[in-house]
């Protein structure tokens, strides 16, 4: 693709942030397809394994955890959305940081002996500041949706719970199968933050995942301008040269 690309194309950009391109993005498809094939099916088996006795002991219990699941899957789609722009800004430094960091290293020579080295330095502490603070403004995002998250799983845990006791002292149930119940719910309720960690990794690769794949859809020629008016060419072309003389 690349090698298709018009020279115009290839001196808008720079060598080593098209490599970063080039890297970040395949390197992150191949990730989160491993991180997919490797922890998705054992996490739906795990849950099965956790529902079923749950739906067959304490059938009471699910539309509690219905609707702790349905919360918890809203405020993961809107922590997205809210992150998205973060998220975005964040690669977008990091492809311009591996393209600035590279062209520095392989012009180290001219940079020293310009006396440009300061002027640099300072250019690179700039755009590490601002990759920093995207992640710092993410974070804060972040630990605000993690608060409302834990707060939805641990009611509906403090709701199970509150219906486990009402049966036990009604003497429908005892304690044995109290407690074990408790601990389906601990394990349903942890894989809810399996999930969610899963999902964030996939957000996470698609960023440089659909960087490589805007970098695919590049046109391989260029397409003038409705309004682009036609250079006139000469037919005839040539070299005069008045007072030149040879020593």
Excluded at 5 to 17: R, V
Excluded at 102 to 110: A, L, N, W
Excluded at 126 to 134: E, F, G, N, P, V
Aim: aromatic share 8%.
């Amino acid at each position: 693709k690349v090698f298709d690309m018009p020279l115009q194309w290839h001196q808008q950009q720079t060598s080593g942030a098209l490599v970063a391109k080039v890297n970040n993005g395949v390197g992150r498809v191949v990730q989160t397809a491993e991180a997919l094939s490797r922890e998705l099916c054992p996490s739906v088996i795990r849950t099965l394994m956790t529902v079923v006795p749950l739906l067959i002991f304490s059938l009471m219990t699910a539309p509690v955890l219905l609707v702790a699941l349905l919360i918890f899957g809203c405020l993961i789609i809107v922590e997205n959305r809210r992150r998205a722009h973060f998220r975005k800004g964040r690669h977008e430094k990091y492809v311009r940081d591996s393209g600035v960091f590279s062209e520095y290293v392989q012009s180290v020579q001219p940079v020293i002996q310009f006396g440009q080295t300061g002027r640099l330095l300072d250019e690179y502490t700039r755009l590490q500041q601002q990759i920093m603070d995207q992640g710092v403004a993410e974070i804060d995002v972040a630990n605000r949706f993690a608060w409302r998250k834990n707060m939805v799983l641990s009611a509906a845990k403090r709701i199970c719970q509150g219906m486990w006791i009402w049966q036990l002292r009604k003497g429908s149930t005892d304690i044995a199968m109290v407690m074990y119940l408790n601990m389906l719910t601990e394990d349903l309720l942890g894989s809810f933050w399996g999930y969610a960690s899963l999902l964030e990794r996939v957000y996470e690769g698609l960023e440089p995942t659909k960087t490589l794949l805007h970098l695919l859809e590049e046109p391989s020629e260029i397409t003038d301008a409705p309004d682009a008016a036609p250079v006139p060419v000469p037919e005839r072309v040539g070299i005069q040269l008045e007072n030149v003389r040879f020593s």
